[in-house]
Structure formats: structure tokens, C-alpha cells
């Protein structure tokens, strides 16, 4: 049994992992929390709703979103957990949600697009936009403060996450419990090219669609949350469904699906039961296989996972976590 010093040292605000971080009946976990990331936590003042992680030339950045009555909506640390600067142009963002790092063609890490959804109801709400690593604001898409399901001009309803696969295209999941239930498709230069799914538990369809994906083979995957299931597309002219994996998530819906820097695994929330889902990922295009759980990290009730991120240098993901107000950064072990 853990002393109270190493509890002390691994618990944060009131969150414990156990053995620290992993709850698993495997007897070789993947994962570790680090208890000291980031060095500084004072900087988290509200919910932490989402990262993204740049790693390149001379550049290594953890950006965190929180939302509510704060002084920044982004803070950014670097991978040791130092604190290197908040956005001060908070008006911009009204509600964070996802928030996906982005180095379009042509372009090195120092000119990244740190691309973020919008949620909230204020006068730049129901938006997908792209910042600079400053916070200056590059591009906005849909229609600043307006919700709804037109296409021309284009709105968002609670746009929840965005994705990119290698050719830049970018695929949007609207919303998180909007009207719209849908995923789109936007080529690399941000024009909309279609528009897929509806509300419904059907082939194609979504009920509160939560986060987007691409595969190292160009699969798109939508986690269909209220539906308790992902959803995977063929993402090109229009999308043509591959298969679903729902038997993973009984208890509760996907709210984030990332893969792993090494691509073998599907990290998944479940919010609701405050844990990280490990699933095997498929090894081939256009096959799925049974959805098979590998390892579970387990969070103290509470804690609220949200959405993660992976750092595609070092393999370690990072968590907001709505209930704990925080973000907490795990390493692999193998």
C-alpha cells in the first residue's frame, strides 16, 4: 500500500490514481501519471476543457483551454511542465471545447495553427477558429454568434472538435448538443466541401457527436456519444461508413478519441466514469475487428475527463478534466 507521503505527492486537487494513475487487472500498464506536471498548477483557475500539443523545430508547446470568469482562456507549458505564457485576447474566445494543433503545408511548427471550437452563446460563440501560438487570431469559420445549420453563409451549432488527415483536409464535429448532429469536410484551404449525418442512432447518423479523429490510414472516426458508440468514414469525395464499435462503451459514451503516438491504440474517455479507455487499434484499412480493451486508467469519481491530446514527439497524452479544473500529462511505460 502507497505511504500518505507518496498519496500526497500523486493526489492533486481531488483527484487520486492509484499506484500512480493506473487502475488496470493487467499486470503491464502503458501508462503513468506524472504527479508534477505541469510545475506550477495555480494557473488552472476554472474548468480545463481541452489541450493540443506542437512539438518541432526548437518547439515544444501543451496548450490548455479553460472556460468561465477568467483571465485567460489559453495557457501554454511546455512539455516539463513549465509555464511559458496565457493568451491575453480573451474575447475572442467565448466557450471553449476541442482544441487541435495544426502545421498546414509548407509551414514550420514556429507558424502553427492552434485551431479551437467555440461553444458559447456571446458574439463570437458557435465558431471554429485558428490562432497563431500567441493568441492572434488567423481564421474563422461559421458565423460569430449565431447558431444554426446553414451552409452559405456557414453556421456552426456547439461545434464540438475538429481533425486533419495528411493532406490537410480538416473534418468538424457540430455539435455537442446542438441542432445539428453532423461532420463536415473542409478542404485544406477551409472551403467546405460536404456535409454528412443527422440526429439519429442510424448508420450515419449522430446524437451529440464529441470528438473526430483521423487514422494513419485516413479513416475519420466520430465519437457518437450520446449514441455509445464511434463511428468510422472513408473521408473522401463523400463518406462511406467503414463500421462502428459500440461494445467498448456500456457504461458510458465516447467524449474523446485520440490515437496514440505509435498508432497502435484508440485513447478514449468515458466522462462520466472518470477513465481513459485504452483500445487496440486496427492494424489494417477498411476492417475494424472487435473493439478490445487493453488497459483502463481509472480516475477518482469526480474528475471528469474530458478531451486529450497526444504529443507526437514524446508518445505522453494530456487531459482536461472538467470536475478536477485541471489538465494531467501521462507517459508511456513501454
Not at 65 to 88: I, Y
Not at 253 to 270: E, H, N, T, W
Not at 294 to 311: E, R, W
Request: neutral net charge.
Amino acid at each position: 500500500m502507497a505511504s500518505s507521503r507518496t498519496c500526497e505527492t500523486v493526489c492533486r486537487s481531488f483527484v487520486c490514481f492509484l499506484l500512480l494513475g493506473i487502475v488496470s487487472s493487467y499486470r503491464s500498464p502503458l501508462y503513468k501519471l506524472v504527479p508534477t506536471w505541469p510545475l506550477v498548477p495555480s494557473h488552472f483557475q476554472a474548468q480545463e476543457f481541452s489541450t493540443g500539443v506542437l512539438v518541432g523545430e526548437n518547439v515544444d508547446e501543451v496548450f490548455v483551454a479553460q472556460r468561465g470568469n477568467v483571465s485567460t482562456k489559453m495557457n501554454v507549458f511546455s512539455e516539463d511542465g513549465t509555464f511559458l505564457r496565457s493568451w491575453s485576447d480573451i474575447e475572442r474566445i467565448d466557450m471553449p471545447h476541442g482544441t487541435r494543433v495544426h502545421i498546414p503545408a509548407g509551414k514550420t511548427a514556429a507558424e502553427a495553427e492552434i485551431w479551437v471550437t467555440d461553444v458559447g452563446s456571446g458574439p463570437w460563440g458557435h465558431t471554429v477558429k485558428a490562432f497563431g501560438r500567441d493568441g492572434t487570431l488567423i481564421h474563422v469559420l461559421g458565423t460569430p454568434g449565431q447558431a444554426g445549420t446553414g451552409r452559405n453563409p456557414l453556421q456552426f451549432d456547439q461545434p464540438a472538435d475538429v481533425a486533419f488527415n495528411a493532406n490537410g483536409e480538416m473534418y468538424v464535429v457540430d455539435g455537442d448538443g446542438g441542432m445539428n448532429n453532423r461532420l463536415l469536410k473542409f478542404s485544406p484551404d477551409y472551403k467546405l466541401e460536404w456535409v454528412s449525418g443527422g440526429k439519429g442512432n442510424n448508420t450515419g447518423e449522430f446524437y451529440i457527436p464529441h470528438s473526430v479523429e483521423v487514422d494513419r490510414f485516413g479513416q475519420v472516426w466520430v465519437a457518437d456519444r450520446a449514441n455509445n458508440r464511434t463511428q468510422v468514414f472513408h473521408g473522401g469525395q463523400q463518406p462511406t461508413f467503414i463500421g462502428e464499435w459500440s461494445s467498448c462503451f456500456k457504461g458510458d459514451g465516447p467524449y474523446s478519441v485520440r490515437f496514440s503516438a505509435d498508432k497502435k491504440y484508440l485513447l478514449v474517455i468515458q466522462l462520466n466514469l472518470s477513465r481513459v479507455l485504452i483500445l487496440a487499434a486496427p492494424s489494417k484499412p477498411g476492417f475494424l475487428g472487435n473493439c478490445t480493451v487493453i488497459d483502463t486508467i481509472q480516475m477518482a469519481p469526480g474528475v471528469k475527463p474530458h478531451l486529450l491530446s497526444v504529443s507526437q514527439s514524446t508518445g505522453a497524452f494530456y487531459v482536461g478534466e472538467i470536475g478536477a479544473n485541471q489538465s494531467q500529462k501521462f507517459v508511456p511505460l513501454h
